[in-house]
């Protein structure tokens, strides 16, 4: 399975902050995202969202390998992608094709606006 290289990420506050910048949101996810990155991914999931550590590290290693695979769509946009608030048995009952449905209902926002 090819990496996640570290050029693919946003790793300093300082990448994460970039104006001016779009919103999306979908049931589980608010999209921060620029159209003129390089191609970037930021993942926050926060102890509100879920406790325990490993559920957290399962959700964004769900959510960069579909970003992985759909990077070549996706020239060019960093993303940072949050995590809502809600019901802990449905995060923990999240499949890697829940992620993909949901990041490709963005992306298909994204064409739109382009």
Known sequence: MPKFPKSARLLKRS???FRPYQKYFTERFSFYFKKTGQGRLGIS???KVLKKATDRNRIKRLLREVFREMRPNLPG??????AIEG???RWQ???KKDIQKELESWACELQKHS
């Open 45 to 47: 999931v926060s102890k």
């Open 77 to 82: 946009v960093d993303v940072h992608v949050v």
């Open 87 to 89: 019901d802990i048995e």
């Open 15 to 17: 990448d994460f902050r």
């Open 93 to 95: 009952k999240i499949k």
